[in-house]
């Protein structure tokens, strides 16, 4: 059985007047199991592109990375595969046969593997397509509680109104997580990252597409290794507090504040999707009355559950004080993941700048991510960014735009974005 843990960091000191309390929540998954030993709990569906864009090296390194996943897969696990272009065909389970979505044994893994090599190259792009069919292949197997599905294109979904992909995406959140792909250079960034953020699953450029099989076979066997189907992040708050934001700030960062439901008048839920063993960091943040100075009071109570079932618990405090010493310090987790978000955006925003021709505001938008990289200790982003600007002065964050960018580095500096640094303890 998964044993779960959440530790708060903050400083709980206020300044008198004060109502907004900050604090990041780390929570930390052991014994949680292997997915696949659940058996018929567990649904894994790969998509694949097979429009005419892919035809060549992708789509030949595709099918193979769709075999070496099959591989992965545990006994007992329901799953399917699909090949997308302007519309979606369910490969395997073979479409004259009776069940949408079969149980993995030898025999089957052997059948998939030789219906994956058979699928061709032709047509556009349609992705919403693949997700409704992963969707309804999925709800013909409601014993799974646990669904996954890869995801990988090497283009833009141009073969349907840009509104479809969207709609889609709603229709299906919820539904399932699902990791995206973008092979190449000629995929869109943003369509993808619509996709993984709304299904809680992670987003990657593959520039070589030989790197796709050993991509797919980390994605697989992650999925395989998350023994916790769903868990949710719950956030109680006093009578007439307000909770601002609940975002998950490592691995990555993700916004989960409009994914919130309620459990009661005073409590709201955020979904976090499956667990492994694992640890996972989110920032949260509240507003409550200001008290007068030497009063205490619980400003938040943090839960993780599963199942409805209340596995771990974190205190968020709130202490007013007129000492100067202890209200202006800074929690350090607080300010390094507040510091990994913007940078987030800066990069984001600076890049969707550049594009439109605004090179002031990227400039100023990208040197500020620069700084941020710098003090945050994110080397890996500072690297990426190197190669889209300039860099005069890290610390200030005076930067100049290069001219002549590969889209490559520009997509893996986009996509790359939201991966944060852990605060150092």
């Not at 395997?92 to 079969?102: E, H, K, Q, R």
């Not at 309804?136 to 599905?149: E, K, M, N, S, W």
């Not at 990208?366 to 610390?395: F, K």
């Not at 580095?409 to 303890?425: F, G, H, I």
Request: hydrophobic fraction near 45%.
């Amino acid at each position: 059985m998964a044993v779960f843990t959440a530790e708060v960091f903050q400083n709980e000191f206020m300044a008198d007047g004060a109502t907004d309390v900050h604090a990041i929540v780390t929570v930390t998954s052991s014994g949680a199991g292997a997915a696949g030993a659940s058996g018929a709990g567990v649904a894994e569906i790969v998509m694949i592109d097979s429009s005419g864009s892919m035809a060549g090296p992708n789509l030949d390194a595709a099918k193979y990375a769709a075999q070496v996943a099959v591989d992965q897969i545990a006994d007992g696990t329901w799953f399917a595969i699909v090949s997308g272009s302007h519309v979606a065909a369910r490969v395997f389970p073979y479409p004259n046969a009776a069940l949408d979505m079969v149980q993995m044994e030898q025999g089957a893994r052997a059948e998939a593997k030789r219906a994956i090599g058979r699928i061709a190259a032709t047509g556009g792009t349609a992705m919403s397509t693949w997700l409704l069919l992963a969707d309804r292949l999925f709800a013909t197997v409601p014993q799974a509680r646990q669904r996954h599905a890869i995801l990988l294109t090497d283009g833009k979904n141009e073969s349907e109104p840009r509104h479809a992909l969207s709609d889609a995406v709603r229709r299906v959140t919820g539904h399932f997580q699902c990791d995206a792909r973008g092979v190449g250079s000629r995929w869109e960034v943003e369509e993808l990252r619509e996709i993984s953020t709304a299904l809680l699953g992670g987003l990657e450029l593959i520039a070589d597409p030989n790197e796709i099989a050993a991509d797919f076979r980390a994605l697989v066997q992650r999925s395989m290794a998350r023994g916790v189907a769903d868990a949710e992040l719950r956030v109680w708050v006093p009578q007439g507090g307000q909770t601002l934001f609940v975002r998950q700030v490592s691995p990555t960062v993700e916004d989960l504040t409009a994914r919130r439901t309620e459990v009661n008048a005073l409590t709201g839920a955020y979904p976090t999707g499956s667990w492994g063993d694992e640890q996972r960091d989110y920032h949260v943040a509240v507003r409550v009355a200001s008290k007068p100075v030497g009063t205490e009071q619980l400003a938040a109570r943090v839960q993780i559950a599963v199942d409805g079932q209340v596995l771990a618990s974190g205190l968020v405090k709130a202490r007013w004080s007129d000492d100067a010493s202890l209200t202006a310090r800074i929690s350090p987790e607080v300010a390094h993941y507040t510091g990994q978000a913007e940078l987030a955006s800066a990069i984001q925003e600076g890049l969707a700048a550049r594009a439109a021709g605004d090179e002031a505001t990227a400039t100023v938008k990208l040197g500020r991510a620069v700084q941020l990289a710098q003090e945050t200790g994110n080397d890996e982003a500072t690297s990426r960014l190197r190669r889209v600007v300039e860099i005069d002065d890290a610390t200030e964050g005076t930067v100049r735009l290069k001219r002549d960018v590969a889209r490559l580095d520009e997509m893996a500096l986009d996509t790359a974005s939201t991966k944060t640094t852990r605060v150092k303890r």
